[in-house]
């Protein structure tokens, strides 16, 4: 069983983070411990994971490997995503799942499903 995935992020970029992160998919900003926090970066929390953004010097983002979070309301979180701007890819070759995958602003490659319902 997972604790969290973590995904790098540049320095100084926590308010970016935020905004697609909590303000754009909904997930809860949590306080990261005294020890760890003057290291940047922050931690969400929502529909079943934890996500850890951590700041990786030099930055290079995730283009291929990535978290696969199932989703409680997928056309919903596309349908935001898509009027924020971000490109979705659609893929069905996943059996038995709805999918898309997407990149967070720093470029990090993320895929949200949800189990197909039996038609």
């Known amino acids: 069983m997972l604790h ?10 926590e308010d970016v983070s935020r905004r697609f992160y909590a303000d754009l998919l909904g997930l809860a900003e949590i306080p990261k411990p005294p020890a760890l926090a003057n290291r940047g970066g922050c931690w969400f929390r929502g529909y079943g994971l934890e996500l850890h953004l951590g700041v990786e010097e030099p930055f290079a983002p995730a283009r291929k490997a990535h978290p696969g979070m ?27 799942y709805r999918r898309f995958h997407t990149f967070d602003p720093h470029g990090n490659r993320l895929e949200f499903l949800t189990p197909k319902t039996a038609e």
Do not use: N
């Open 4 to 13: 969290h995935v973590q995904l790098a992020c540049p320095a100084g970029s």
């Open 70 to 96: 199932l989703w409680p309301d997928l056309d919903g979180l596309a349908a935001r995503l898509a009027a924020a701007g971000h490109e979705l890819t659609w893929s069905d070759e996943l059996p038995g």
